[in-house]
């Protein structure tokens, strides 16, 4: 019989390549990992990965057996969640993940309104930017996180991750009537990396220019002081500019960001899981 414990293991090495990093996401040793990866070899009967020197890669029957394991590791969250519904309403530890701006301005009514309805549940929510949202869901350290995507920069794909769209908002420029008259200022755009970064570089390329980058600040309300500073300008979405700081102009523009609820695959049924996607809907109206 193979252990889903291994097997989702093997599921992190296929996503993540090494043995350190699936180390890393699990709170293992290296060795750990590596050991229980042989043995999972053991209970299979055939070699899963071929070693290299400090290189480990999956074999073609590793990755067969990674589909495989895809399928039951979501049939074990779908079990999971039918049994919470089985036990009565939400309650316990839910484990919420958001990026900045949602949590200042949309989980401090959705939070208030979850507890109300549902005392049992103990929300514990921690910031963390949508690029990492997949990584940390699948390793088990939050259960339902806000994450979003943009014109210009499709949705960020993973078979263990499941989403549900939430809501959808306005994108806004900062003291410019549009993209193209700010292409001989500065800009403040998000970090490296971010998806805020790639739709606001993306932007400008499809109004015809490499914008001239100045600032790389993450947070929005930092952004728009920098812009009411005279330090460049910058796209922000609706939720960061609902009250700009004097001096700072704000055009609205035909860009959009969406926001989703993201989850592990098969756990979207779970009671609590439920409750948290229709506070966060509802606080979002």
Avoid at 178 to 190: E, F, G, Y
């Amino acid at each position: 019989m193979l252990d889903p414990r291994k097997l989702l293991l093997l599921r992190e090495l296929a996503r993540r390549g090494t043995i350190a990093a699936v180390a890393e996401a699990v709170t293992f040793t290296p060795s750990a990992v590596s050991q229980q990866l042989s043995a999972l070899e053991r209970e299979a009967g055939v070699p899963l990965l071929e070693r290299t020197g400090r290189t480990v890669t999956l074999t073609p029957a590793g990755h067969l057996l990674v589909e495989h394991a895809q399928a039951v590791l979501e049939q074990l969250e779908r079990a999971s969640a039918a049994l919470a519904a089985v036990r009565g309403g939400p309650s316990g530890p839910l484990r919420i993940g958001a990026f900045p701006t949602a949590a200042r301005v949309l989980l401090p009514g959705a939070l208030a309104a979850l507890t109300a309805a549902h005392p049992g549940l103990e929300p514990m929510v921690a910031e963390i930017d949508p690029a990492d949202v997949s990584a940390a869901l699948r390793a088990g350290e939050l259960d339902v996180a806000l994450v979003h995507d943009y014109d210009f920069v499709p949705p960020v794909t993973d078979a263990a991750i499941e989403t549900e769209p939430l809501f959808s908002e306005p994108m806004y420029l900062t003291d410019r009537p549009s993209i193209a008259d700010a292409r001989d200022d500065a800009w403040i755009v998000n970090k490296p990396g971010t998806l805020c970064h790639t739709m606001a570089i993306r932007a400008c390329q499809a109004a015809g220019f490499e914008p001239r980058v100045r600032h790389h600040i993450d947070d929005f309300d930092t952004i728009l002081a920098f812009a009411a500073a005279g330090q460049g300008v910058a796209l922000v979405p609706r939720l960061a500019a609902t009250s700009p700081p004097p001096g700072v102009t704000l055009t609205r523009l035909p860009l959009s960001r969406r926001t989703l609820a993201a989850f592990r695959r098969g756990y979207g049924e779970h009671p609590a899981i439920r409750a948290a996607v229709a506070a966060l809907r509802q606080s979002a109206l």
